[in-house]
């Protein structure tokens, strides 16, 4: 009976095609992934919300476009926003964009100009905000 031998070298020949053919895959579900989160943040909206309309409260608000995710906790009180706590953000270079809260708290507005640098960052971080706020709408 003739024995049908395969060489190393084919061997490595297809582990290494196989590897190629792996991260090409990858590298192209990854680069429409990014296409799709930066349509997801371009496409973003906010609302125009009225703070003194809310009643006292901690609301919490997420906000998701896959490679970034925030949630927040804002606080209102005195028909104000007194605080707001990142509980996670998720990010790929836009950790500076944590600041946007601070503007958010002293303007007493969610359209407030983004950070520098970090702007898709900046949007969602902004729109989770808005989205705790609208359940301080939603209660009241």
């Known amino acids: 009976m003739h024995q049908m031998r395969i060489s190393k070298r084919k061997i490595v020949l297809f582990v290494i095609l196989l590897f190629l053919n792996v991260g090409l895959v990858w590298g192209i579900t990854y680069l429409k992934n990014v296409a799709d989160y930066k349509q997801a ?7 125009k919300i009225n703070i003194s309309d809310i009643p006292d409260g901690v609301y919490i ?3 998701d476009v896959d490679f970034i995710y ?7 009180k005195n028909g104000e926003v007194s605080n707001i706590n990142i ?24 359209d407030v ?28």
């Open 61 to 63: 608000g997420e906000y």
């Open 41 to 47: 943040v371009k496409e973003t909206t906010f609302e």
């Open 113 to 140: 100009d983004t950070i520098s640098g970090a702007t898709n960052s900046s949007i969602v971080i902004k729109k989770a905000v808005e989205n705790a706020l609208k359940k301080g709408i939603d209660r009241g």
């Open 87 to 110: 509980l996670e953000h998720r990010h790929e270079r836009g950790e500076t964009a944590e600041a946007i809260i601070n503007k958010i708290v002293e303007e007493q507005k969610i």
């Open 70 to 76: 925030a949630k927040v906790e804002a606080t209102v």
